[in-house]
């Protein structure tokens, strides 16, 4: 008996004997309800005493490959023993998403009305390529979207979709800008056309750059364009930028502008971004994937000033909102560079319905119902409630980060935007001294157990990164953060400078 | 309380009530134990029923929407009030792809075992994007994989990944073909070097065409090369397309063939086809996205002779194995084209770890725990079990075909391959009548609500097309679906050619 696993609630685990006892194999209904019944325990188990096990795991590579079996067995095996396998040799080998001591990266955790709705998901197991394959899928996919879009107060001339992630969705959407800049794309692809170029800032998401890879424009067309001293992407650069590139016979495709930067969070300005964007008709996306929900509380939303004017804007629900991975949002004004872009329709998929068939706007044909649990999250939560848990996060952040100013031992390393906090214990004058004792500090806190943080690089400096978007985080949690902190930097002091 | 939701199991259903009498927006670890119990017996109660919900749902387009509220709700509502709304204007409006009748397409029915996997691995919400990101979930899949690899007899040489889909899958391999044939594309991109081209056979997936397209060659860029009478890639004809590109000074990329085309499941020779792309150095692709599992039944293993000498193959277990959607593996051997082709790693996710970070094959970076449910399926069917399910339904459709044939009314459209039946109702000296009474003949089917099949063209003429693979899919249900073929083609006769 796996010890996670709690059986002290008589109700739900009755007919888990069932299951236990069942000949491995049979899966009727009562056999289905017994082993949902065993992973629901297993689950509400999980979540409660999740801060007993450390946030990263303490496994090396091939460790839990090791523990599994080699092969895959010829005959069914019950599903107590799998359970008991998962608990004990996987369970114990993961980095703990939904601990509320998580702080690196961006947040990634899990609303449990989401797992409900995955649940449910499941259950149907529809396809919704086409509106024929699954009219409701595709439907309430659309309304969830279009909740999202009314809760961040964008105007109802945007509608959208869900992709799994925002990785996709830009990607998507620099297919449609690279075939409204190239003219026949489509058919004659990028060989023999001009070359395209994307703008986007030094601080932006790796997946802009990715994205040129894969479309074809080449890394080498993506312009880095430079940041001020808060990170943000300067108008007066990109301008010079486009300027440049239009005067050298190449075509701009696409500005991309980040609402919350993967670094620092921080902000680009939008709406002068779009203004020089529009007067050179380039394609606008805002990368808005951490940040956009935050549109939701009243005091964020100046931040938002001028994505509006956006030709298209990536949220992921599966961030700060607390829908399970994977959840991303693409909005867009207009969806006829999209299909022109990439759909195709094949005889076999032919349908003779007068309504959007989602598998016209993306690569992928088959497609999940991600729209459920969105749907599910806002009626479970509220848009008052899920506003509430992000203003949370940001007081929880700034308090954190003026904690952290007034220590006398580390320095912010940027502005405080949103929920997310960059800084480091300075060392002038001795930039791998200080390079090594961050270094250090950060693998002492997490191998603590309790916290989790990332880090990043800001002006050639390597800087420590907390970023607070679990639905689970409390202040107790960014106490025992900051103690760690503080302790591993008193420890690991590497004295005078040397 | 909606008709569909079985309240005969005290059982699991004691603490429901706790459930519905709980405080909106209370989301306790009881309040979650209660609704997992509900949705629970939501799915089991929906399995057992399912027959008697019509296979496609009598729903016009926006019918849903309208049944739904047009805002998000500011404040919590109770669970059971949206768990109602779900079965009542949600439920019924899906295209049930676990209905026993669903013979369209490809099937993706779900196992019992998925669902619970899949509940699992929202509970734990983890993002496989690093190794460090989740160890075990990596880990996870790679075992996975390689038990399928195992399963279908191919060589260790081959390792792997899972995707969403398999138009994902055949982009990412085409890719690392794009980088293999066109030296610095990932930096200088395709504009200003060569053309590059795709060579697939007129009977293959669009995904194929679609890809080509986002990867920046251009529709035009892929060669539909000729089949023979069996619907077959015609390797003289592959062979005189390659010969005639480059004498064009056009770059050969990849060749893609196909182990069960999307019509009519026919096999490309892949040995000879393999051959000729090695004398020119081209990427080999196979797509086996519904065939592929099939390798696990003895006898169809010929079906596939010569698919080892692919550098890339796409197998998706969500189709014929019965994981939910999604699940495409992708085997390749040779990791580095693909992370040649995409790889990039920002500061922010740099970690130390010796180990595989599989957001480096593919574009998207946030990932799914996609390999727990091919784990738990393996485990909880066995080998054995998976391929008698597939035998059966080969079967199956074989007796539907010889049916099909001797009933004096339809005739096969192209050979039986695996489990997917060709046929019309033919009407010699008529094509447009032919093709009238075969489009009513399928609309009077699909609209009787036991069955539901799909269409294709083949050799220009419209042809239905029967596949088998769903899980739930017994002999009657098969022969509701003749019945009802044999009556709509009596009823619908158009008499004399007119």
């Keep these: 008996m796996p010890d996670h696993i709690d059986r002290a609630n008589p109700e739900t685990t009755a007919d888990a004997e069932a ?8 899966w009727s209904g009562e056999a ?12 509400v188990d999980y979540r409660k005493r999740i801060e007993e096990r450390p946030v990263l795991p303490d496994v090396a590579p091939g460790d839990v ?17 799998i359970l008991a396998d998962f608990d004990e040799h996987i369970a114990s080998g993961l980095t703990h998403w939904n601990h509320p001591g998580f702080l690196a990266y961006f947040s990634s955790s899990t609303r449990a009305p989401s797992i409900v709705a995955e649940l449910l998901v499941a259950a149907v197991g529809v396809n919704a390529m086409l509106w024929r394959t699954s009219p409701a899928a595709t439907e309430v996919e659309r309304t969830a979207v279009d909740w999202l879009r009314q809760a961040v107060g964008l105007p109802d001339t945007f509608t959208g979709l869900i992709f799994d992630t925002a990785s996709t ?17 489509r058919d004659d692809g990028l060989p023999g056309g001009p070359a395209l170029a994307v703008y986007t800032s030094e601080q932006s998401h790796s997946s802009v750059e ?44 696409m500005v991309c502008a980040t609402i919350g930067t993967t670094s620092t969070a921080s902000v680009d300005p939008v ?56 959840c991303s949002v693409l909005l867009y004004r207009d969806a006829d560079p999209f299909r022109a872009s990439l759909a195709l329709t094949p005889t076999y998929l032919e349908s003779e319905d007068d309504e959007t068939n989602l598998m016209d706007i993306g690569l992928a044909l088959g497609r999940r119902f991600r729209g459920l649990k969105l749907w599910v999250l806002f009626r479970c939560v509220g848009t008052d409630g899920l506003a509430e848990t992000m203003r949370r996060h940001i007081a929880m952040a ?59 690089e800001l002006d050639g400096r390597y800087t420590v990164r907390l970023s607070v978007g679990s639905v689970h985080t409390e202040e107790r949690h960014l106490d025992d953060a900051l103690e760690a902190l503080h302790r591993a930097a008193a420890d690991l002091s590497p004295g005078e400078p040397g």
């Design 32 to 43: 289905l309800r017994a082993a949902l019944g065993r992973a629901a325990d297993w689950t």
């Design 169 to 185: 969705a830009t990607f998507t959407a620099l297919l449609a800008a690279r075939e409204r800049a190239g003219d026949g794309v």
């Design 65 to 81: 490959r090791r523990a599994l079996a080699k092969a895959p067995p010829c005959s069914p095996e019950p599903f107590e023993r």
């Design 210 to 253: 990715k994205s040129a890879i894969a479309a074809g424009l080449g890394r080498g067309s993506v312009r880095r364009i430079e940041t001020d001293d808060a990170f943000r992407m300067r108008p007066d650069a990109l301008k010079a930028a486009i300027g440049e590139d239009i005067e050298g016979g190449i075509r701009p495709a």
């Design 398 to 456: 700034e308090a954190a980060a003026a904690r952290l100013a007034e220590g006398g031992v580390f320095e912010l390393a940027a502005p405080v935007s949103f929920s997310t906090v960059c800084f480091r214990a300075a060392r002038e004058g001795d930039p791998a001294g200080e390079e090594r004792w961050n270094r250090d500090i950060l693998a002492r806190v997490n191998a603590g157990g309790r916290s989790f943080l990332s880090h990043t």
């Design 271 to 326: 709406a002068e971004v779009a203004a020089i964007a529009r007067r050179h008709g380039v394609w606008l996306h805002v990368d808005a994937a951490y940040a956009g929900p935050a549109a939701m509380v009243a005091e964020q939303r100046a931040l938002f000033r001028g994505w509006e004017a956006a030709d298209s804007i990536v949220l992921n629900p599966h961030k700060w909102l607390g829908t399970s991975l994977d």
């Design 19 to 26: 299951a236990a006892d069942a000949t491995a194999g049979d």
